[in-house]
């Protein structure tokens, strides 16, 4: 057998799936390796060895080895950094962090590295400790994951003309089309819904702003819906499917608010 190399990396864990009578199989998302599947033989029995460390979005320390970088890894030793134990008691905020654990795992290939995702993972978790989950954190995060990922919609100018976002107007987006169109171009059917260039402008704001200020961006209802529409209507474009755990969320914010 070859001798494998033994890494040692920081890694959220994305989700855990029991394999077997005794292992599980662990994805993380690490800062150095990007996403990692490794299997944690014994991990069901061995409390002693793995106490509870593979509860999704709980930031953990990692030594593993691998043959290649296409193997499953043999993870050796597991422990905590942050079990983020301020969302865990509150069933919004851990919804809330389930969907970015969630996107993040859709959206990142494995065995590429990527430094921003790691801490727009980070930032966003630290911040859903100290403050309320809000419209403006869920679309500011998918907003700044799909430009970190390369899939950024285009919101700046309408995607035909190129006429810049321009105050008082009506857009209209067509997830096919990666960006906004102009009213003029889009030619809407009677059931395309418009959005203002104020929830454009918002979204844009958003992809860089500094996460503090954050909380000083509030969504009225009808920027909050129209910004759903764009983002969440998007992101299933381009994965061919729902996110699960969006509506799961969904449903229990409107319950809570
Ligand atoms: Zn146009």
């Known amino acids: 057998m070859s001798t494998r190399e033994s890494h040692k990396t920081a890694g959220f864990v994305l989700k855990s799936l029991s394999y077997g009578e005794s292992d599980l199989i662990i994805t993380f998302y690490s800062r150095e390796f990007g996403k990692i599947k490794g299997i944690a033989k014994g991990a069901k029995r061995s409390k002693k060895r793995f106490a509870n460390v593979f509860e999704?979005?709980?930031?953990?320390n990692i030594i593993f080895?691998?043959?290649?970088?296409d193997a499953l890894a043999f993870i050796e030793s597991c422990d905590i950094i942050d079990h983020y134990s301020l969302i865990r008691q509150d069933l919004e905020k851990t919804l809330t962090a389930s969907y970015f654990i969630d996107l993040t795992d859709h959206f990142s290939p494995e065995g590429k590295s990527n430094d921003n995702l790691f801490m727009l993972l980070a930032?966003?978790?630290a911040w859903l400790t100290r403050e309320k989950a809000s419209d403006t954190t869920i679309r500011f995060f998918e907003m700044r994951l799909?430009?970190?990922t390369g899939f950024e919609p285009a919101l700046t100018a309408c995607v035909n003309c190129k006429t810049?976002?321009?105050n008082g107007t009506s857009y209209y987006f067509f997830p096919k089309d990666g960006g906004i169109t102009c009213a003029a171009c889009a030619r809407p059917e009677r059931y395309d819904q418009s959005v203002s260039a104020g929830t454009v402008r918002t979204l844009l704001l958003g992809k860089d702003m500094d996460i503090e200020k954050m909380k000083m961006v509030s969504m009225p209802e009808g920027l909050a819906c129209e910004s759903r529409n764009i983002l969440c209507g998007f992101i299933t474009h381009l994965l061919?499917?729902?996110v699960k755990s969006l509506k799961v969320m969904e449903q229990v914010r409107r319950y809570c608010s």
């Open 123 to 125: 930032d966003f978790l």
């Open 146 to 148: 799909l430009k970190i």
């Open 240 to 242: 061919g499917k729902e």
């Open 56 to 60: 999704p979005f709980s930031l953990t």
């Open 164 to 166: 810049p976002v321009t």
């Open 65 to 69: 080895s691998r043959k290649n970088r």
